[in-house]
């Protein structure tokens, strides 16, 4: 054995060395080969359609599409009326993301984006931090006003937005979505997921909800991610991960989704799976749909 050879770790794969200068390979791979591209902007002209309610959404029911239809229907729940909402399908599959209407919302091209159009002028919101932020104000829900009940909260909904890409785009990608399994990319996320999950756990074992004593927007932020993690929903990898043993995590996803709120806002903008709303445009949608969560399924 050479030493250059000794050097590589198992199931790595030896023959790849980066050229001087990165190209896109569009052949690559990998599950989400056809919508990554390199560049930003919009590819094609597509104007998006505006309802009758004052919030206008463009979303898809992911977990980051969830913590916003979560929101808007925690919101009606509590009798905020003027909190209804359109909720419209971007396919990212199909890369609505990319039509010029939503790059106008969204420069990001992602998933959820909102038209606030309640007040005179309307307003654009992109990053589901952001979006859940400017609802809680806006209506006074879901985000304490004692400053360090709010501080709790605030840093519990960025640890969300700092911390879901290394589950999502780290871990689930390479544990299920490469086009072959690198075991030095699995474990390396796999131990940050983990850890992570070890991090929630020890906090809902000494708190109630992430906050502290209150249901708030870094709950709706958190459980659509983790929740479904601890529940073996997304990626499959349950098991891999041992999630049954967060039992603070599994406690608290269960209360959550006991919520009519959360019920519903997980329906919403799904294109397959019993019980999903393609679209919500009122609350009598969620009737026309047998409801069936993915628990049940
Ligand atoms: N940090 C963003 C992440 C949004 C995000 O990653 N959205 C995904 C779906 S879950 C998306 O739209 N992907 C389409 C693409 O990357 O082209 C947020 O929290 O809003």
Redesign the pocket.
Known sequence: MTDAAAAVPPNCPADYAPAKVWTWNKENGGR?AN???PIAGPTHDKALPIGKHPFQLYS?G????V?VTVMFEELLELGHKAADYDAWL?N?GEGD??GSGFVSVNP?????ALMDRSGKTPIRL????A?LIHLAEKFGAFLPTDPVKRAEALSWLFWQ?GS??YL??GFGHFYAYAPFKIEYAIDRFAMEVKRQMDVLDRRLGEAEYLAGDEYTIADMAVWPWYGAMAKGLVYGAGEFLEVDSYKHVQRWTDQLAKRPGVQRGRRVNRVQGEGGLRERHDASDFDAVPEKTPEQA
């Open positions: 989400f919508i990554n591209r898809l992911t977990p980051n599409g913590k971007i990212i993301q990319f990001n091209s992602k998933i959820p992109f990053e589901s931090g979006i937005v879901a890409p999502g785009g």
